[in-house]
């Protein structure tokens, strides 16, 4: 299912639309998210965001239009392709979704142990992806002994475990207070600029979407720097979604001078 060039999108929307008990969800979206880019899906509560990630996933099927993931449809694959194509994607969902029985050294496993990975191995590669979120010290505590934002943290740890093609991430800050999003937030940029991982992100935080755009992840300080003033991060794209349909879909610099009077009222 590997794309078959770096120049086909890694994501693919053809027209898609998708109604519940006879409501419109989703109408006629289309867009690509191309290898190595950071896409920021943007709108108000109830715009289609989070059906749109199912979609993504395979979890939902559309009602019309094609889904593309790795540049095959979603629609023509097996159970077996959907859940092969699902190995290669990580899911950082909006509540942490943590299995409150298993501590975070299991939680953070699953994927591998559901790929039958050698005990030893599993080990390493779970104490690394600890590692990368800052949690390592927690790997025997579990989820109830854990803070929001640090089950948010191993959620990501699990997420990129598999070292994966492609993340999603649900509204990874939601419910979490400033400081803490802030937290999340850079570790989705050192995701980003050490793996050049290609992603979709939900936020309903402006702050979020303008800060992956506008800093990167610096190795020698390991820490998160803003890019030089007026700069921004070329990989982040913007998709808006209004009443189920895309209002914008373009770069940081396009969106923030859009004369749109919607776009520039939600964004004030």
Known sequence: MQASSANEPIVEFRGVSIAFDGVSVLRDVSFRVMHGETRMILGPAGGGK???????????????????IFGKSLSSMSKNEIYAMRARVGMVFQ?????????????VAYRLEEEHVPFDEVHERVVEALRFVELEKAINKFPAELSGGMRRRVSIARAIISKPDLILYDSPTAGLDPITSTTIIELVVK????????????????????????????????DM???????????????????GSILFDGTTLELTHSTDPWLKAYLA
């Not at 989070?50 to 593309?68: C, H, I, Q, T």
């Not at 509540?95 to 939680?107: H, I, K, Q």
């Open 225 to 243: 720097v803003p890019l030089p003033a007026g700069e921004v991060d070329s990989s982040v794209r913007f998709l808006v979604l209004h009443e």
């Open 50 to 68: 989070s059906v749109l990630m199912k979609l993504a996933n395979g979890l939902l099927m559309p009602d019309a239009g094609e889904v593309l």
């Open 191 to 222: 995701q980003r600029d050490v793996s050049q991982t290609t992603s979709l992100l939900i936020t309903h935080r402006l702050q979020d979407a303008f800060t992956m755009a506008t800093h990167r992840y610096d190795v020698t300080s390991n």
């Open 95 to 107: 509540e942490s979704a943590l299995f409150d029985s298993l501590n975070v050294e299991d939680n």
